[in-house]
């Protein structure tokens, strides 16, 4: 039996972005249903957890043992040979400047933050269309352990991810380059040692288009993994992972290594939409390509476009304002305002250094950048 | 460019990580998808760019020229 039930606001997608924008409506009063189609959040991992204390605390959450795998103190960036920048934060702070966070534990936890400031979540539901009303509202449809369901709502929140569907659905341009998203391996590996740093590899050698890194994950184990993007390699970074382990100046620390997980993901290393709105549907993370274009990194800034989501929903909803795709534009705008107009600049440089054609010299720019953008002066330190 | 032939793709299960990459950088419309968060395997595409192929990091996908009955049936 299809049943209606009314809320002001179905948020599609329980990772970091959505489950933030519907605590932050919940928050301001709102009605709010977040769906989600996974069983256990956050699972398959597809990510390495790499997050900035700054940004937990720009979210309101504060580092907890359920989620967190390790803190991180600094960062090591190397050339293709291995001659390396360290940024020990150690030096100056005793605090952590980030952790590594286990996304299961991390999704599951930002959605029980939602669900206890009041909003219904379903997992298991997978959204899978919408119809409008001649009165402003849409009907969502969404299937909730195999049988139909439908809600009707004022706004739908796409906040899923990069497969994101709801853009599709409001027409929206969401499709990526191939040229521009990054398709990425790691491992989760025991036997390898690692101080508390995230280490990252520049090179075309290793990873042509992208980096490589290696993370500590807490308990004795590590992340190893790259992203490459295939229009300028015609291996699969399954392949360009192998060569890394065993040919590159990492090979004899990661020789004895034992695998523990296999994951992996796309990383969209595109501008934004240049449209993140259509008529009753908003967008935020992964969806709407919020991603850090130079260090592929997205929590930050899922987590920080959920507060401006949430709380635009929160100004907006109560007006009783018609959700067209031109009122909804304001969201975007404070988008910009807050955090895009600094992404679409991210973007630039990162363009820049790709139109080099000569291969040394990119990989010098790339690690010049990266090394740069982790120094304690870097002006995109809180992107 | 001259239009390329309509191809069904095939997912190895057994290599897929279900990462959802040949999704994020699949140009067709909504829904060109399976329950298991890959691009669509059960209808031939008719774009035939290959980018999903491409970006799986595993190389979980390959594909064949679809059949004429699998084309008509489409329309
Ligand atoms: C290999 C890899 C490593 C990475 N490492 C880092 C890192 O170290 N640090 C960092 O900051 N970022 C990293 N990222 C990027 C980061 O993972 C993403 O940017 C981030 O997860 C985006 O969050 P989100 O909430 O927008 O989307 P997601 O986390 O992708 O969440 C989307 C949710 O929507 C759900 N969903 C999708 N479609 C539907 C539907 N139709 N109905 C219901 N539910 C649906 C999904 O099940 C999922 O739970 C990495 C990415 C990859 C691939
Ligand atoms: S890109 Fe490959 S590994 Fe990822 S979901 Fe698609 S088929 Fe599976």
């Not at chain 1, 920080?304 to 009122?327: C, N, S, V």
């Not at chain 2, 191809?7 to 829904?31: D, R, S, T």
Request: aromatic content about 8%.
């Amino acid at each position: 039996m299809v049943q209606t039930v009314e809320y002001d606001v179905v948020v599609v997608g329980s990772g970091p972005a959505g489950s933030t924008t519907a605590r932050v409506a919940a928050e301001r009063g709102l009605r709010v249903l977040l769906v989600d189609r996974r069983q256990e959040l956050g699972s398959p991992i597809q990510c390495s957890g790499a997050v900035s204390d700054n940004a937990l605390n720009e979210a309101g959450v504060r580092p907890n043992d359920e989620f967190v795998s390790t803190p991180i103190y600094g960062f090591v960036t190397y050339d293709t040979h291995g001659n390396a920048t360290t940024m020990d934060y150690r030096l100056y702070r005793e605090t952590p400047l980030g952790y590594v966070v286990d996304r299961r534990r991390f999704d599951r936890y930002l959605m029980t933050m939602a669900e206890r400031a009041g909003v219904e979540v379903w997992l298991k539901t997978d959204a899978k269309g919408y119809t409008p009303h001649e009165d402003g509202t849409v009907d969502v449809h969404l299937n909730r352990f195999g049988f139909p369901q439908q809600v009707r709502t004022r706004v739908i929140v796409g906040a899923d991810g990069l497969q994101s569907q709801v853009g599709k659905w409001g027409g929206l341009r969401t499709h990526i380059k191939l040229s521009e998203l990054a398709s990425c391996l790691q491992l989760v590996i025991d036997h390898v040692e690692t101080d508390g740093l995230l280490e990252i590899v520049a090179g075309h050698e290793w990873a042509p288009g992208g980096y490589a890194w290696l993370f500590p994950k807490g308990h004795g184990y590590a992340e190893v993994g790259l992203g490459v993007i295939r229009t300028i390699t015609d291996k699969d970074a399954r392949w360009h992972l192998d060569h890394f382990m065993q040919n590159s100046f990492m090979a004899e620390r990661l020789k004895n290594c034992r695998i523990l997980e296999v994951q992996g993901g796309g990383v969209p290393l595109a501008a934004p939409l240049k449209k993140q709105v259509a008529d009753n549907i908003i967008l935020v993370g992964d969806a709407a390509r919020h991603v850090n274009p130079i260090t592929g990194g997205g929590i930050h800034t899922a987590l920080r476009g959920g507060i401006i989501a949430g709380t635009f929903l929160g100004d907006f909803i109560p007006t009783g304002e018609r959700p067209t795709a031109e009122a909804l534009t304001c969201y975007h705008e404070r988008w910009l305002d807050e955090l895009g107009h600094a992404m679409w600049k991210l973007y630039e440089i990162k363009t820049d250094i790709f139109r080099e054609q000569s291969i040394p010299r990119r990989d010098q720019r790339l690690y010049d950048t990266l090394a740069s953008y982790f120094s304690p002066h870097s002006e995109f330190r809180k992107v | 460019m001259p239009k390329r032939p309509p191809v069904v793709f095939y997912v190895n299960w057994n290599a897929c990580i279900k990462c959802g990459a040949c999704i994020g950088v699949c140009p067709h419309e909504a829904g060109f998808t399976t329950p298991f968060d890959t691009i669509a395997v059960d209808t031939p595409c008719d774009i035939a760019c290959m980018a999903c192929e491409k970006i799986c990091p595993v190389t979980a996908i390959t594909s064949r020229l679809a059949t004429e009955a699998e084309i008509a049936a489409m329309s």
